[in-house]
């Protein structure tokens, strides 16, 4: 079995509390380095998750040829560059959501991995779960009948005025950091992309959107509506809405490593499905390691493209007022 040698792109705490643990956990896998602008906070993040090689500055751990796998977890506007310069350099690269800024750059990143024949994965470790999984497999086989509504969410508090998500040159706001889950989760149930879309926001004093609420409309009367925001208690679920009943799914995006529930509601009768728990993070690196070797992708690459779409229309039509906006 080949462990694969990963490389971590930053120090943000998105990789120390998640996803190197899980790879950690993984027996496919290796942290072997670290990287960071800043060298002295490198070596000590190395030291601490016990990551044997700290980089001062990115380069360095892009061209290390020991490295099979880089995991870019980056602000948003740093998620092209290091991604192109990895590709170019033949490693396979897990870049965290949403792939970049725009359209074009999704393009682009997606050509310079297939170019250079490395694997490009947009890290939505939740669609990874297997109550997900469950979910859209009894959608499928018309547990609720034709799905009609689609009710989703995704909110927490959020009062640090550095914070990078509030920050419009990186890439912030809370449709890119959050609503872009929800975006994510009403396309794959409705197994098509929406005809148009509309939006609202309340607009945060650094110049990002801070709340929003949107409407998908996938046509044949199937409708998705979902808020996001900053500026709220945390709150994540789905509702899944059709002719003869709906699923119910609390803590949808970010479960912990706690047991699941799925809620099954016919008529007067619930039932409740149960999960065990699992690490989302290790279930998404573990089917990466896996599509390297050859084996199908859950989900295709230009799923990012296809969301990132639908991002943008959002965000024109919250500018307009919340005026619809074609999907093309």
Not at 59 to 85: F, G
Not at 221 to 233: E, I, K, R, T, Y
Not at 264 to 285: C, E, M, S
């Amino acid at each position: 079995m080949k462990i694969y040698q990963w490389g971590i792109l930053s120090t943000a705490n998105i990789g120390r509390k998640s996803m190197i643990p899980a790879l950690k956990a993984s027996p496919k896998a290796n942290v072997a380095a670290v990287a960071s602008r800043d060298a002295e906070k490198a070596k000590q993040f190395a030291s601490e998750l016990s990551i044997p090689i700290a980089y001062g500055d990115y380069k360095s751990l892009l061209e290390d040829p020991a490295i099979d796998i880089i995991y870019n977890p980056l602000p948003n506007h740093l998620h092209k560059p290091p991604t192109i310069m990895a590709a170019e350099a033949g490693k396979h690269i897990l870049c965290e959501k949403p792939l970049a800024l725009n359209v074009d750059d999704c393009r682009e990143m997606i050509a310079a991995a297939t170019a250079n024949g490395v694997q490009l994965m947009e890290s939505f470790m939740y669609r990874h779960h297997p109550r997900i999984q469950t979910a859209l497999d009894m959608i499928q086989k018309g547990a609720i009948g034709e799905v009609k509504t689609i009710i989703s969410a995704f909110t927490f508090y959020l009062n640090r005025e550095w914070d990078i998500r509030l920050q419009p040159e990186m890439g912030g706001g809370a449709v890119m950091d959050v609503g872009c889950y929800c975006i994510n989760l009403s396309r794959l149930i409705a197994g098509r992309e929406p005809e148009d879309v509309q939006a609202r926001s309340v607009m945060g004093k650094s110049g990002v959107e801070i709340q929003v609420a949107a409407i998908l409309n996938f046509g044949d009367g199937l409708l998705a509506h979902f808020d996001c925001g900053f500026n709220q208690s945390r709150r994540h679920r789905c509702t899944i809405s059709g002719t003869e009943g709906l699923i119910e799914l609390q803590n949808v995006f970010v479960p912990g490593l706690t047991k699941t529930t799925l809620l099954h509601v016919t008529g007067d009768q619930t039932h409740t499905k149960y999960f065990p728990a699992v690490d989302q993070y290790q279930l998404i690196a573990e089917h990466f390691m896996s599509v390297i070797e050859g084996k199908p992708r859950l989900y295709p690459l230009e799923d990012a493209t296809a969301n990132m779409r639908v991002i943008e229309a959002l965000l024109k039509s919250a500018k307009n007022s919340g005026k619809p906006e074609k999907i093309r």
